[in-house]
């Protein structure tokens, strides 16, 4: 939850007693509340008695403020290169190193690069500012995805700058039932490659969400991306079906996909604005010779005037605005000085409160609207997720695992924590399993229970995972048992360092019980250990 004044402005002195959530109208006792502190925007200096990973967190929300959890605040760039302009990449690309320069050194951020088929880390997070600047500059688009931008442009601009009547804007970019043959699309290009850049983008933010998931704390998303993507120019470009069902299932995928790796979703649109041009066009004026007009364009046209002001055709709207408002960020409109508005979004992310709360009913398989409000406080507007997908339970122990492997978020059934060290060949994962958690049965006077270990190394287009397993036999003398129920069983997971593999995940299973704990560890994380 981030907190504005009416100056739009953040808040970041507000307390838990200041707070309400409702879970479809139902009020909810909130049980984890972090509220914003200096301490946050440094990374926690770990003890050897402390854990780098863990899912669960030690200190509920009657025992105060935590932190312990969060490496700092994290902003993420996800450059489109599949749809910005070449001239649009170059000045955005000088905005970012303009607000990196700016940064405290304390900051951390990450540079990730979204392609036609999916998306490039080009440096994960850290505090190391030259070396994100140096990757920024070095990095270029390959040819195929420059060439196909620059196709792309010059179509919707052709299409949607240069008509010459009132309803030509109903044909444009799609279907419409007033063309000629209802039902036909317009655009040959499109005929021929049924593409559409908002769902080919949302599909693939699912997998960026995968990936971020594994870097602990909250995570701020900025999309560079243009207006023929956030504008919604493609909504009906691609199919004759009039609805836009399958974009709001893709929109809902995506947002519940970010929600759960605590990711907010801002929208950049880097599209730059040009001055307005006025055409004076004849009625039967041959279009091709204006085909050529900058986004923003007001023609003018005798006795049969048709005036366009593109900027205002092309709003951030439809799934992509979705996404952000529904994961707690913004959308950003085109401005001339983007580093001013990354500015904002850094200090934005620096009064943000996590709360957490446990539903008072049974999962029901529906979606739950959530409604933050402050019980003392006027004049102050939130922003913060706005739902969740309240799934039900997997019917069968198989189903389950299947869940645990690839569910964005971890499993807390059975508390798992780890740290990273390194080995003569790859690298071991030092866990500690709470043996609290496990459902041991006391046999004569020994305590007796079957832990099976799996370790996954998965990819984060959640097609492709590795698994390898073993059975950790549990026969503790009563000191034993009584020693590692309250300190936590040891245990050393080798792990071979492999590539393409997004992250991986340690999942825990008591045989007794049924009862699940998973970890999971970036796979940045495991390239860049010793």
Do not use: C
Request: aromatic share 6%; net charge negative.
């Amino acid at each position: 939850v981030t907190a504005f004044d009416k100056k739009n402005r953040p808040i970041s002195d507000l307390t838990l007693a200041d707070f309400e959530i409702y879970d479809n109208g139902r009020k909810q006792t909130i049980r984890f509340f972090n509220q914003p502190s200096v301490a946050t925007m440094e990374a926690p200096r770990k003890t050897p008695t402390q854990f780098a990973y863990s899912n669960r967190r030690a200190i509920s929300a009657n025992a105060g403020p935590e932190t312990t959890d969060r490496i700092g605040h994290v902003t993420v760039f996800l450059i489109d290169a599949s749809n910005l302009s070449w001239a649009d990449l170059t000045y955005v690309r000088g905005q970012i190193l303009k607000f990196m320069r700016g940064l405290p050194a304390q900051e951390h951020v990450a540079l990730y690069a979204l392609q036609s088929h999916g998306f490039q880390v080009l440096e994960e997070e850290t505090t190391d500012h030259e070396s994100l600047e140096a990757k920024l500059k070095e990095w270029m688009p390959s040819s195929q995805e420059l060439t196909r931008t620059q196709a792309e442009d010059r179509r919707n601009q052709q299409q949607t700058d240069t008509v010459s009547n009132p309803s030509d804007r109903q044909t444009v970019t799609g279907t419409s039932s007033q063309a000629p043959n209802t039902g036909t699309l317009v655009d040959p290009a499109l005929r021929q490659i049924s593409h559409s850049p908002e769902s080919d983008t949302l599909s693939i933010m699912v997998e960026v969400a995968r990936h971020l998931a594994a870097i602990p704390g909250h995570k701020n998303l900025v999309w560079v991306t243009s207006d023929s993507v956030l504008g919604g120019l493609h909504v009906k470009s691609a199919s004759v079906d009039k609805g836009n069902k399958r974009g709001d299932e893709l929109a809902m995928h995506a947002q519940e996909a970010m929600n759960d790796a605590r990711v907010s979703v801002y929208p950049l649109d880097a599209s730059q604005p040009a001055g307005d041009v006025s055409i004076a066009a004849h009625p039967d004026a041959d279009l091709a010779q204006t085909t050529n007009l900058p986004t923003s364009a007001n023609i003018q046209r005798g006795p049969n005037t048709v005036e366009m002001q593109q900027s205002d055709l092309h709003p951030i709207q439809g799934p992509m605005r979705t996404v952000a408002d529904a994961t707690g960020g913004h959308a950003i409109r085109r401005a001339g000085d983007i580093a001013t508005a990354l500015n904002r979004v850094v200090e934005d992310d620096h009064a943000t409160y996590l709360i957490s709360f446990r539903p008072d009913v049974p999962p029901d398989g529906q979606y739950h609207t959530l409604d933050v409000k402050l019980t003392t406080q006027h004049g102050i507007t939130l922003s913060h997720r706005t739902g969740y997908q309240y799934a039900r339970e997997p019917a069968t122990l198989k189903d389950r695992f299947g869940q645990a492997i690839w569910q964005t978020f971890d499993m807390n059934e059975i508390g798992v924590s780890a740290n990273l060290a390194a080995a003569p060949v790859g690298a071991v994962l030092k866990l500690n399993i709470a043996a609290s958690d496990l459902a041991f049965v006391q046999q004569e006077d020994r305590w007796v229970d079957n832990l099976d270990t799996f370790l996954v190394q998965r990819d984060d287009g959640g097609l492709h995972a590795e698994i390898t397993g073993q059975t950790l036999v549990l026969v503790l003398k009563s000191a034993t048992y009584q020693t590692l129920s309250k300190e936590g069983i040891p245990f050393d997971q080798p792990i071979e360092k492999k590539q393409n593999v997004g992250s991986v995940r340690v999942v825990v299973v008591d045989e007794n019980s049924g009862k699940m704990g998973s970890v999971t560890i970036p796979a940045a994380a495991l390239q860049s250990n010793p």
